[in-house]
């Protein structure tokens, strides 16, 4: 029997690790044709490796993709039709979070902020939809949130910003690209396994900052454990957010599960009570 995502195309940006990566292992072992595509090549083309394995090595592909750059994006696309002959997937896991060197102006971390957080992917929903209409078929578009989105925190205004800016972006593309076309996001509390968000002198910040012990000597996988430990115990169900619980909600928007619903934002946070709707 066919699998769940056979002959589903699907471009995941933001790949090579991190949710990204898990989603499009993940879409492998579910049949999908996919597209592994991060800024750095190299990365990419190892989770492709990685996902052949689980699917073959006729139905994937790492390539690059810059997000500051339309062309780049354009060229990633492309690069889907060219192998697989369409597109029914797009989904976007990646995002910077600003730690500007001491001087740096606020102006340029906002600004750097909202360009790959917010900009980039109204870029790549855009040169997407161009496919899309072409093809006349139902699609899906899935970008990535945060639960910061709607809890303010001291020290990550533009991050925190950006994300807010992607909650309502959501909701606009999927009026302006429905009915085919169906966009949605999820929002996950802080995701430390696996992230390139998260390297080794962040992590140790955030440890001081919630004046958490550890020890210098520990591996940088021993105090991301710590870190997602202490943000698990501020969530109702007292466990950390992984990057698999990330990929398992995008899937779930991806495929035909989904089929109605348009425009919305999933929280995987754990249950954290301050992101409550309201």
């Given at each position: 029997?066919?699998?769940?995502?056979?002959?589903?195309?699907?471009?995941?940006?933001?790949?090579?690790?991190?949710?990204?990566?898990?989603?499009?292992?993940?879409?492998?072992?579910?049949?999908?044709h996919v597209v592994v595509?991060?800024?750095?090549?190299?990365?990419?083309?190892?989770?492709?490796?990685?996902?052949?394995?689980?699917?073959?090595?006729?139905?994937?592909?790492?390539?690059?993709?810059?997000?500051?750059?339309?062309?780049?994006?354009?060229?990633?696309?492309?690069?889907?039709?060219?192998?697989?002959?369409?597109?029914?997937?797009?989904?976007?896991?990646?995002?910077?979070?600003?730690?500007?060197?001491?001087?740096?102006?606020?102006?340029?971390?906002?600004?750097?902020?909202?360009?790959?957080?917010?900009?980039?992917?109204?870029?790549?929903?855009?040169?997407?939809?161009?496919?899309?209409?072409?093809?006349?078929?139902?699609?899906?578009?899935?970008?990535?949130?945060?639960?910061?989105?709607?809890?303010?925190?001291?020290?990550?205004?533009?991050?925190?910003?950006?994300?807010?800016?992607?909650?309502?972006?959501?909701?606009?593309?999927?009026?302006?690209?429905?009915?085919?076309?169906?966009?949605?996001?999820?929002?996950?509390?802080?995701?430390?396994?696996?992230?390139?968000?998260?390297?080794?002198?962040?992590?140790?910040?955030?440890?001081?900052?919630?004046?958490?012990?550890?020890?210098?000597?520990?591996?940088?996988?021993?105090?991301?454990?710590?870190?997602?430990?202490?943000?698990?115990?501020?969530?109702?169900?007292?466990?950390?957010?992984?990057?698999?619980?990330?990929?398992?909600?995008?899937?779930?928007?991806?495929?035909?599960?989904s089929a109605k619903t348009?425009?919305?934002?999933?929280?995987?946070?754990?249950?954290?009570?301050?992101?409550?709707?309201?």
């Amino acid at each position: 029997p066919e699998r769940e995502l056979s002959r589903r195309i699907v471009l995941v940006v933001g790949g090579a690790s991190g949710i990204g990566r898990e989603v499009s292992l993940l879409l492998a072992k579910r049949g999908a044709h996919v597209v592994v595509a991060d800024l750095n090549a190299e990365s990419a083309q190892t989770v492709a490796e990685e996902a052949a394995a689980l699917s073959s090595r006729d139905a994937v592909l790492g390539t690059a993709i810059d997000l500051s750059s339309r062309q780049s994006i354009a060229a990633a696309l492309r690069a889907t039709v060219m192998q697989f002959g369409g597109l029914d997937a797009v989904i976007n896991t990646a995002a910077i979070f600003p730690t500007p060197a001491p001087g740096t102006p606020p102006e340029q971390t906002w600004g750097l902020a909202m360009s790959i957080n917010v900009t980039s992917n109204h870029v790549l929903s855009e040169e997407a939809t161009t496919i899309l209409k072409e093809q006349g078929l139902p699609a899906s578009i899935v970008l990535t949130s945060s639960a910061n989105a709607v809890v303010p925190k001291a020290g990550s205004e533009a991050y925190d910003v950006s994300k807010a800016a992607i909650n309502h972006l959501i909701r606009e593309l999927a009026i302006g690209l429905g009915p085919l076309v169906r966009v949605n996001g999820i929002a996950p509390a802080t995701v430390v396994q696996g992230s390139s968000m998260f390297p080794r002198d962040r992590v140790i910040v955030s440890l001081k900052k919630y004046n958490l012990e550890f020890s210098e000597d520990d591996s940088t996988e021993t105090l991301r454990s710590r870190l997602a430990e202490f943000y698990a115990r501020r969530t109702i169900t007292r466990l950390p957010i992984l990057p698999q619980d990330c990929a398992n909600a995008i899937l779930f928007l991806t495929g035909d599960q989904s089929a109605k619903t348009t425009g919305h934002v999933i929280p995987v946070d754990g249950g954290l009570p301050e992101a409550f709707l309201r």
